[in-house]
């Protein structure tokens, strides 16, 4: 407050601190290199970045962008108007642009390739039953299909594919991405979806079948950004804007598999710079973070999310519980309420949050919270409910109030069982975090996506491994405070 008091009180001045730029990538490598080259961009000009990467599908980021959380992320026309602004028929550059621009997102020119979308077989598979093109699909009802998940959904995805081309297949199963290209190895399935600049095409050896009835709008890569970034930092938009028409499919396809090889990968930052390196002679501190860095920065950011969010359902679970016992009418409601939270699918809840409290952080907190709060409402309820009458009624003999019965004599006796819902929601908690990740909230998470997206299952490991062995220290940490917090009397007799 006294910051903005002593602002108000001088003469307007040009803002001193550089611009900050919240540029969003995609759940995909692609994307990631091609929000890296902004970032970079934006740094040469002297903005601090805060980068925002893998958050999951369109609709995520589309959101994240109308609601300000991200300035800037790529995109693809097709995908503008097959899903963005599906139903509007909306088709073309020109037609896309003058349709966004009245939501206040701009569009760039093309980027200067098509990632158009396709459908995969590995050539073995393909060239045994004599498959050329979507439409020889026909032939082969027994096919097992494995689609990622947007493409399952999208207006220009599986359910037009299929309608288009008359496809009788049975066997169609959402997969991840990046997963679907081990499953397509493993003969687990014989079709997916593919991106036609993913480097896994050359690398599995599959075959792009044709698609013979032009099913597939093309998708030029662009640029999304909010109008207000153009108003406010013009030559920094100018300097990203560096970037159209100057990647040939060629070269994305080459970056692709750089960042993706399995020998000698580089990281999407350094291969980003070294393409702005190539094309505009700009050299970029690119800084590789030692894998020790990068867990305790993991460690730091999954204790915030767990800690935070656990403290709080405390605070607000263990009085729940208290009113829940003395008054079981209102127990059902509260219970059936906190019920209710925990079928909901922890990612779409993330999502739903992402409106009203945008990326990162905030929104994997307080889902978190609300998914804390049932096993520490239940147990401090049937804790409190399950002390013995004659305790009761020795507390009351006593002439003791109620809120002394409560601190003194209730809550002492409860103290196991409710220890146990906590321990519960902790463990859950540091589980859950890990998908915090996807709505750019970081922790374990972050290098398990990595891993998915790189089929690397080291890196996946950097995540998993801390993540078990975190909920493992929580579990032994509250077995430990059961000695401190919980009556020796009650600890006797468990063990007796």
């Known amino acids: ?34 929000a890296e080259m902004i970032a970079q961009l934006a740094e040469h000009k002297g903005a601090q970045i805060e980068r925002r990467h893998q958050l999951g599908g369109t609709q995520v980021l589309w959101k994240a962008l109308l609601e300000g959380a991200i300035d800037i992320y790529p995109e693809y026309t097709g995908t503008i108007s097959e899903e963005v602004l599906a139903g509007q028929n909306v088709h073309g550059e020109e037609q896309i642009r003058r349709a966004l621009a009245n939501k206040g997102i701009r569009v760039s020119r093309s980027l200067g390739f098509n990632d158009t979308y396709a459908i995969g077989m590995k ?30 959904k999208r207006g220009d995805g599986w359910p037009s594919l299929r309608d288009a081309y008359q496809l009788p297949q049975q066997f169609v199963r959402g997969l991840d991405h990046d997963l679907a290209y081990i499953a397509l190895e493993n003969d687990s399935i014989d079709a997916t979806d593919l991106y036609s600049t993913d480097a896994e095409i050359e690398y599995y050896h599959l075959r792009v079948l044709e698609d013979d009835l032009h099913h597939f709008p093309t998708y030029f890569a662009v640029l999304l950004f909010r109008d207000d970034l153009a108003a406010r930092a013009p ?29 000698d990968r580089l990281p999407a930052t350094r291969v980003a710079a070294n393409f702005l390196a190539e094309t505009f002679g700009l050299s970029s501190s690119v800084q590789d973070i030692g894998a020790f860095a990068r867990f305790l920065r993991h460690t730091r950011e999954h204790l915030r999310l767990v800690i935070i969010s656990l403290c709080a359902a405390i605070l607000v679970a263990v009085p729940l519980g208290i009113l829940a016992a003395r008054w079981p009418a ?7 309420a906190a019920g209710i939270m925990q079928t909901v699918p922890s990612l779409a809840l993330m999502v739903f949050l992402i409106p009203a409290l945008g990326l990162g952080g905030p929104p994997a907190i307080v889902a978190l919270f609300l998914y804390s ?25 006593l002439g003791l109030p109620a809120m002394a019965r409560l601190r003194l004599v209730e809550l002492p006796m409860a103290s196991r069982t409710i220890l146990a819902g906590i321990k519960t929601s902790a463990v859950i908690n540091v589980g859950t975090a890990t998908l915090g990740a996807i709505i750019g909230a970081g922790g374990y998470g972050e290098p398990i996506l990595t891993g998915i997206m790189l089929n690397d299952y080291q890196e996946i490991l950097w995540g998993a491994g801390p993540a078990a062995g975190l909920a493992l220290l929580v579990q032994g940490l509250f077995e430990l405070a059961d000695r401190f917090l919980v009556p020796r009397g009650l600890r006797l007799q468990k063990q007796s």
């Open 1 to 34: 407050m006294a910051l903005l008091v002593f602002a108000g009180c001088r003469p307007a001045e040009p803002a001193s601190l550089p611009l900050a730029l919240k540029v969003g990538s995609k759940k995909f490598t692609e994307s990631v290199i091609l």
């Open 123 to 152: 050539e073995s598979k393909a060239s045994s039953l004599d498959i050329r093109k979507l439409s020889d699909l026909r032939l082969h009802p027994e096919l097992r299909f494995g689609l990622s998940n947007e493409f399952m």
């Open 235 to 263: 030559e920094l938009v100018r300097a990203i804007l560096q970037l159209q028409g100057r990647i040939s499919e060629r070269e994305m396809t080459a970056m692709n598999a750089l960042a993706k090889r399995q020998q």
């Open 330 to 336: 209102l127990g059902q409601v509260l219970l059936a």
């Open 373 to 397: 709060l049932l096993p520490i409402l239940r147990n401090t309820c049937t804790g409190l409910r399950d002390i013995a009458p004659s305790i009761r009624e020795s507390a009351e003999a």
